[in-house]
């Protein structure tokens, strides 16, 4: 988490003094007045994230986590993580916390991969917009084609990297750790 800190705190700086170079102190402010707006659009649906992860951590049960979508589930818990990320609205501030809780709770890499996939192939949502400006052929074809890529990429994650699924969820609850030692 430092490091990533440390990469963006970086990145923002060089956009900074770029933004100055290229339009003086009003470009620069322009820059800072959109990201203060973008932080108070973005802030409740981060909170209400966080607070929806954290709480399926604590009334999901880690048994019941596992029991759907660990190892033991199989195919069905590739499907049922498949079927969450297709029906979870909201964007990555949304399903990333909430992959997070499930791989800590129990779930196997291959779920939360079909899970995160699902979510960006096949998000229920989109639908409507989607058949509004592509048409109802081209989006029936896209979700035909795309429908085999979450169970494929989890089955891939659990053959290539079930071995790393304890070293990550270590990772997962030091970062959590971290951000609870900070509050």
């Known amino acids: 988490m430092i490091k990533t800190t440390i990469i963006m705190g970086v990145a923002a700086i060089l956009l900074a003094v770029l933004s100055f170079i290229r339009g003086g102190w009003e470009q620069l402010l322009k820059g800072l007045v959109l990201s203060g707006e973008m932080l108070l659009q ?12 954290g709480l ?12 759907w979508l660990g190892r033991e589930a199989g ?21 990333f916390p909430l992959a997070a809780t499930f791989l800590v709770s129990g779930a196997e890499i291959g779920t939360v991969i079909a899970f995160v996939t699902a979510k960006n192939l096949w998000t229920v ?16 074809i896209r979700y035909v084609i795309t429908f085999i890529f ?7 994650a659990n053959f290539l990297f079930s071995g790393y699924t304890e070293k990550i969820r270590s990772g997962i609850r030091e970062l959590q750790k971290s951000q609870e030692a900070k509050s």
């Open 42 to 53: 973005v802030t409740p649906l981060l909170l209400l994230a966080f607070a929806t992860a």
């Open 56 to 67: 399926i951590s604590v009334v999901i049960s880690k048994d019941t986590v596992s029991r």
């Open 75 to 95: 195919w069905k818990g590739l499907l049922l993580g498949a079927l969450a990320g297709a029906l979870v609205p909201g964007g990555p501030y949304v399903f």
């Open 125 to 140: 949502s989109r639908i409507p917009m989607e058949v509004a400006l592509i048409g109802p052929e081209i989006t029936l």
């Open 150 to 156: 979450p169970f494929v990429l989890g089955l891939v």
